[in-house]
Nanobody, 124 residues
Framework: VQLVESGGGSVQAGGSLRLSCAAS????????MAWFRQVPGKEREGVGT???????TYADSVKGRFTISKDNAKNILYLQMNSLKPEDTATYSC???????????????????WGQGTQVTVSS
C-alpha cells in the first residue's frame, strides 16, 4: 500500500496548482483521506479531509481557495489550490487511515498511512 504525491512546484502569488495523490494497493473510495502541509521548524498543519461520501472539510486558512476531490475510478486524491499566497509555501502530504471513513479526524496522529510529500513554493 502506497501513497505518492505529485504536482508540486513553484508558482507566483495568485496562481494555481493541482496536487495529486495516487494510491496503489488501496482504494480511495473506502476511507477518510486528508491533505497536510508542513514548513520546516513548524508543526504539520491539516489542510482538509474528504470522507467516503465525498464530504470535505477545510482549514480556515485555505477555505474558499483550496478544493479536495477524488477520482475513485483512478484511485487518485486531488488538492486544487487557487489564489495561492506565499504563506502556502510548504511540503504537502496526503494521508489516510482504514479506521475512519465518515466524520474524518483532523489530527496528524490519527492517520497511519502517508505519502512522501511534494514541495509547493509560492513567491510574492
Amino acid at each position: 500500500v502506497q501513497l505518492v504525491e505529485s504536482g508540486g512546484g513553484s508558482v507566483q502569488a495568485g496562481g494555481s496548482l493541482r496536487l495529486s495523490c495516487a494510491a496503489s494497493g488501496y482504494t480511495t473510495s473506502s476511507d477518510c483521506m486528508a491533505w497536510f502541509r508542513q514548513v520546516p521548524g513548524k508543526e504539520r498543519e491539516g489542510v482538509g479531509t474528504i470522507d467516503r461520501l465525498g464530504r470535505t472539510t477545510y482549514a480556515d486558512s485555505v477555505k474558499g481557495r483550496f478544493t479536495i476531490s477524488k477520482d475513485n475510478a483512478k484511485n487518485i486524491l486531488y488538492l486544487q489550490m487557487n489564489s495561492l499566497k506565499p504563506e502556502d509555501t510548504a511540503t504537502y502530504s496526503c494521508a489516510t487511515d482504514y479506521r475512519y471513513y465518515l466524520e474524518c479526524p483532523k489530527a496528524e496522529a490519527d492517520f497511519g498511512l502517508w505519502g512522501q510529500g511534494t514541495q509547493v513554493t509560492v513567491s510574492s
